[in-house]
């Protein structure tokens, strides 16, 4: 389908409308009310939104494994579990606070989108939160609330580690890569040694 020139697929048509559908969800909740007001007001926001504000597209470079995507979930809960107890236990143990510090991490991961979304999963892991991302040389300064030993601190480097494999068996495999045409978030990054940053 084409329309003021442009080419449009099945798959631009049914993101079209979902965001119009949450868009539209979104501002019947923060009115409180399902009313037809609501909602067709709703509507007409987000159909100014989509057509005024359209958001840049994400060209997407890899491809999705199902099964490596599900094992990174199932990962990533299972170490929010367990850092949660890790926080508790440093919260009530009888000794002081632990020393803290700001770690820098390299990413090995090609995509812009992918390496948003190791942020987004370092962030949900208790104990630790990126306060800078260096896109071009694709690292992550993360603060951890624990490094207070070098056993603390190796746990961190594992974890970016692991972090990075799954996601690139995930979304990233070497063999089925396919950089965008303009090349903007295709990145053959140098490997940078991490080191450690004590406040």
Request: aromatic letters at 10%; glycine letters at 6%.
């Amino acid at each position: 389908m084409k329309l003021f020139g442009k080419r449009f697929t099945g798959r631009w048509l049914v993101l079209r409308i979902w965001m119009l559908i949450w868009l539209t969800l979104v501002w019947v909740l923060l009115w409180g009310g399902f009313t037809p007001a609501n909602v067709i007001s709703g509507l007409t926001i987000a159909l100014v939104i989509t057509v005024l504000l359209p958001l840049p597209p994400v060209p997407v470079e890899g491809r999705v494994h199902p099964i490596s995507l599900a094992y990174l979930i199932l990962r990533v809960a299972w170490s929010l579990v367990q850092s949660s107890f890790q926080i508790a236990w440093l919260a009530i143990r009888p000794s002081g606070p632990p020393i803290t510090a700001v770690l820098r991490a390299h990413m090995n991961l090609k995509s812009d989108l992918v390496l948003a979304l190791s942020v987004n999963i370092m962030n949900v892991i208790p104990g630790s939160i990126v306060l800078e991302i260096d896109q071009e040389r694709r690292m992550l300064y993360v603060h951890v609330i624990d490094a207070s030993t070098e056993k603390a601190v190796s746990k961190f480097y594992r974890q970016a580690a692991w972090v990075e494999r799954l996601l690139i068996r995930a979304f990233e495999r070497d063999e089925e890569w396919r950089p965008a045409a303009n090349g903007g978030s295709a990145l053959d990054s140098a490997q940078v040694d991490a080191e450690v940053e004590r406040p």
